[in-house]
């Protein structure tokens, strides 16, 4: 179906390991614009790891393996380079910047991006209106954006700013890192639409959650199911709601018996 | 007298002095103060000399290195021919040319006396007439006998100024030591500085170079008296050069429901030790010191604070900060003391830094004596590093690793100085410190202020 286009994201064989021990043991995964994947696994399968790794954190040592984002060698490019590549990260804990007020840090992001692609810097009535536009599809007032960044936020508050930023910074990949977690109905809600209405200026998502309930309000044309550092199975939604209904311990038999893991002594 | 050593540093400067009080009869002793402050700073002298790290108050604080030049007094009456365009708003400019009072920089201002404490001096030794009582305060809060550099201030006692504030002023009054000199100068200030009750001012006290030849060092002190429902906002301007030194010694007294407000930026000066010390004296007065350290090569900032609670109801807050490059250092020793008698206190006081390098040196230490019992009282300091989870954070947005860091230390650093009332003064001092902490993340000139604008929103 896509033959006609290059992929956004193509991850290759992907191993990487941190303090010595391996996270990641051959990860494959190719994501072609337009497409929404999602990423489903247990708690220590490797999923945040993959999505650190690809934000391009050091604390990762990658053992093997190649990605590419958009025809160029991702692991070469530092965080900043990715991110005016059009890479973002929705953070699954996002940090606290004290001092930074929120206009003042999506200013200078939204700039720094901007001289690295050759744009001029943003004019502050296009900027202001911009912002204010993306506060209100995520349900916060202008006042959000006169505090500090992410200090003294609610939960909920922190993971909609995050989708904020994305939808200030308009990346082609955006992943989200557990965003639903945490959040309540109506702000899941609100994310959810707010990430829907962005389909197509983002041209795709790599959705990484534990729960289904994310993807009953994002579709995705892709499930993948991670498990001790590897995509063990990828199918159509309906793999997510296979999952809800049956956990992650059939994971576990279906793996056993069905791929080669290395050999426990148990 | 006899065992002040002229080989020692600084103590060739002393001669004029003991010539001064040799040709003294003893009735010019009994009634001329200066004199007597002057033979004070002597004996003190001869006492103690000048501090080395062994002593503890200034134990992380080597002089030597800025003591040893050949200093020379100010000798040149080559005048200032007019104010140089320093800061970006219209003062009362008091001004010492190369240790020189220049009064002809300064034109009347309604509600403030200005007088020069050289010419009092001069007229005293002259005709002994009899002085008044300002004059006569001079010495009452910061004795030769408490400090050495207060004893050496007092023994080279002549250039200074009395400010005496009867109406609140409409400008801030500039008080600053200025130096241009071929030769190592050493300059000797000191000011008496009264408001009257219910006047509020903003006074400025900047040591500013004019060329880089040879070093100058201040020694500066000052003696401030707030009375009833006055307001003091006191800023220290220590952003010069690296050549240009400086101790500066004051204390505040503050009678009832007075305030007071100080600012210290220290980011240039290669050395500065400030002993600030504030007694509160009567109920409900009320002090708050902030103090920025921005430190690189092999600056020395060493902040030594004092606060005194000595009536019940008063509330102090102390905020200081430092981030520190190179090979600098800087020392923070913040002492508060409770008396028995200041019952409902409230004291709060925080030191944070921030460790650019492994070479960069950080002494702080919180000493609090508390001896009344329903007391409110706080006191935290903290040493680190940038937070490398913030640094990535910004970089997944970005932001290079050096914007990213400029980001996070101008937004630490300007805790310190975003309620400074005066607002261009509060942009100018930003956009130093910002530049500062550009050349020190050593991000490109052309960045600079172009794409972080800080001052938006």
Redesign the interface.
Known sequence: MHNEKQPLLTIENLHVAVDDKQILKGVDLTIYPGEIHAIMGPNGSGKSTLAAVLAGREDYTILQGKVFFDGKDLLEMSPEERAAAGLFLAFQYPVEIPGVSMLTFLRTALNEIRKSNGEEPIDTRTFLQMVREAAQLLGLGNDFLQRAVNVGFSGGEKKRNEILQMAVLRPKLAILDETDSGLDIDALKIVANAVNSLFGTIQSYLIITHYQRLLNYIEPDYVHVMYDGKIVRSGDKTLALELEAKGYDWLRSETLSSIELPSTTT | MTNLQETKPLMHLLSATFDSLQGATPEQLEHNPFLQLRKRGLDALARTGLPTPKDEEWKYLNLAPYIRHPYQLPTSRESLPHLPQTLPMATIPVVFFNGLFQPHLLSPARGITVTSLAQLVDKASHDGTALGEQEHSIGQLLSPEDDPFVALNAALLHQGALLHITQTPSQPIYLASITQSGHPLFVNLRFAIRLSAGTAATVILDLRTLSKTAPAFHNIVSEIWLETESALTLIFLQNDTAQNYGVLTTRIAQTARSRSRLYTITAGNGMVRNTTSVQLNEPEAETVLYGLSILRDTEVADHHTAVEHLAPNCQSSELYKSIVADQATNIFNGKIFVHPEAQQTNAYQSNHNILLSDDARVYTKPQLEIFADDVRCTHGATVGQL?Q??V??????????P?ADV??L???A??VYEQLPIEPLRVWIDQQLSNRLFDIVDLAADRKL?????A??
């Open positions: 937070p989870e913030a990535f954070y910004l970089q997944t947005r970005g932001l290079p690793e914007v980001l996070l101008h937004a630490f300007a805790e172009v794409d972080l604008q800080f938006t929103s």
